[in-house]
């Protein structure tokens, strides 16, 4: 079986949308806690297309400050992870 999105429509109100967006913020923030830890130098790479989508979903909620916060809290954790190793 094939399956390839051709072109589609979401409509959801603001709230849905933020709980979706914040779902995949959560998401992204356990793989830099359980994976990407290990590969600090790679992370954004290789989440390039969950980074773009949150971007894009945090930005149609007026809230370009969570999606930034992202990357502190990159920053942070393998700070964290670093400081444990030391």
Same mark, same amino acid.
């Given at each position: 079986?094939?399956? *390839? !999105?051709?072109?589609?429509? %979401? *409509?959801? =109100?603001? =709230?849905? $949308? /933020?709980? $979706? !967006? +914040?779902?995949?913020?959560? @998401?992204?923030?356990? @793989?830099?806690?359980?994976?990407?830890?290990?590969? *600090?130098? !790679?992370?954004? #790479?290789?989440?390039?297309? #969950? +980074?773009?989508?949150?971007? &894009?979903? /945090?930005?149609?909620?007026?809230?370009?400050?969570?999606? =930034? =916060? %992202? /990357? #502190?809290? !990159?920053?942070? &954790?393998?700070?964290?992870?670093?400081?444990?190793?030391?």
């Amino acid at each position: 079986m094939d399956i *390839q !999105a051709k072109g589609y429509t %979401i *409509q959801m =109100d603001s =709230d849905e $949308l /933020f709980n $979706l !967006a +914040l779902s995949v913020k959560h @998401s992204l923030k356990n @793989s830099l806690e359980n994976h990407w830890v290990n590969h *600090q130098n !790679a992370w954004e #790479k290789n989440e390039e297309s #969950k +980074l773009r989508l949150l971007k &894009t979903m /945090f930005r149609a909620l007026g809230r370009l400050d969570v999606y =930034d =916060d %992202i /990357f #502190k809290e !990159a920053e942070e &954790t393998f700070k964290k992870f670093n400081d444990k190793r030391s």
